[in-house]
């Protein structure tokens, strides 16, 4: 008798997915990425993998890198009947969060809403930080891959800083310095189906 398995998964190179991942970021008003070629290079050679000329590698991570989807909602009930009769969703909220481990003025820029980075008359990096009215809206791209080499990557059109405490300890013992971040993903609005405002995966192994 022929044995037929019972347990009925899928679970292949495809859906089992561990492991670390990359975070970019780019300018609002640059072109959505339609392809994964639109952040990193893909063709072979020295610069494989490299950002495109419009995305910027924010490095190495600590904790690795949250993508957080959530919602509340409304339930409705009626007297004659014990229990719900629906519930419909009442707002949406995705969130990108993770430590930036490089700490860098540039990193920081990002992080904790700073200045502009400039050069004094020594040469050297000059950053402020203050109390800015509103935040930087940017893109984001989180980049992962599978040890065949495919790479998935979820592309946010439109986020800014959440609200996050991160405090800098200098001290000879413990972990090395990092920075949390947390990103909060706003609706694109100019994209039509309510389905797809706030994020997209681009996969690169097709079922």
Excluded at 45 to 56: C, E, K, L
Excluded at 70 to 99: H, R
Excluded at 178 to 201: E, H
Aim: glycine share 4%; net charge negative.
């Amino acid at each position: 008798m022929a044995h037929t398995d019972f347990f009925r998964t899928d679970v292949n190179d495809r859906s089992f997915v561990r492991g670390a991942a990359r975070l970019l970021y780019a300018d609002i008003a640059t072109a959505k990425p339609d392809s994964i070629s639109d952040i990193i290079v893909l063709s072979s050679g020295a610069t494989q993998y490299n950002p495109t000329a419009d995305w910027t590698d924010l490095g190495a991570t600590k904790t690795g890198i949250q993508i957080s989807v959530n919602n509340t909602e409304e339930v409705f009930d009626v007297d004659q009947i014990l229990g719900d009769i629906d519930s419909l969703p009442t707002a949406w909220e995705v969130s990108v969060g993770t430590q930036l481990a490089e700490y860098t003025p540039e990193k920081l820029q990002i992080a904790w809403e700073g200045s502009e980075i400039t050069n004094n008359s020594d040469g050297d990096e000059v950053i402020s930080f203050g109390a800015p009215t509103s935040y930087t809206r940017r893109q984001l791209a989180v980049l992962f891959q599978r040890p065949d080499d495919t790479i998935r990557a979820y592309t946010f059109w439109k986020v800014q800083r959440l609200p996050q405490e991160s405090t800098v300890t200098h001290n000879k013992t413990g972990e090395q310095i990092s920075v949390p971040v947390r990103f909060r993903v706003l609706q694109d609005t100019t994209i039509t189906d309510p389905k797809a405002r706030f994020f997209s995966i681009i996969d690169q192994s097709v079922a």
